[in-house]
């Protein structure tokens, strides 16, 4: 089942935006999710998770700017991006988890993501 994020666009420095990722009833409220990001040229990079139980977890680079959060009842992760910087710049996607941060290992196939750009 692949999930599907939506929510990027065009802002400028210091602007936010809001990305949502649905998820499948039957699994969603029983795993982690995880938002991660390809800037264009590197890597698939991991940015925020939250737990089943709703412990959250940020690499360095996001902290303090990034909010991860979830709604069971909706079956959506949501990630709030403030602050935003023009290295921020990627295609976010989302995915299921198991595993300990920052060691996870998703679970299902990568949706198209969304993009977001951040111009300077």
């Known amino acids: 089942v692949q999930l599907q994020a939506s929510g990027g666009g065009l802002v400028q420095a210091g602007g936010s935006l809001r990305l949502s990722c649905a998820g499948s009833?039957?699994?969603?409220?029983?795993?982690?999710m995880a938002w991660y990001r390809q800037a264009p040229g590197k890597q698939r990079e991991l940015v925020a998770a939250?737990?089943?139980?709703?412990?959250?977890n940020y690499v360095d680079s996001v902290k303090g700017r990034f909010t991860i959060t979830r709604d069971n009842a909706k079956n959506t992760v949501y990630l709030q991006m403030n602050s935003l910087k023009p290295e921020d710049t990627a295609v976010y996607f989302c995915?299921?988890?198991?595993?300990?941060?920052?060691?996870?290992?998703?679970?299902?196939?990568w949706g198209q993501g969304t993009q977001v750009t951040v111009s300077s």
């Open positions: 995915n299921l988890y198991g595993g300990t941060w920052p060691n996870i290992r998703t679970f299902e196939s």
């Open positions: 009833r039957s699994r969603f409220a029983l795993n982690g």
């Open positions: 939250i737990t089943s139980s709703f412990r959250t």
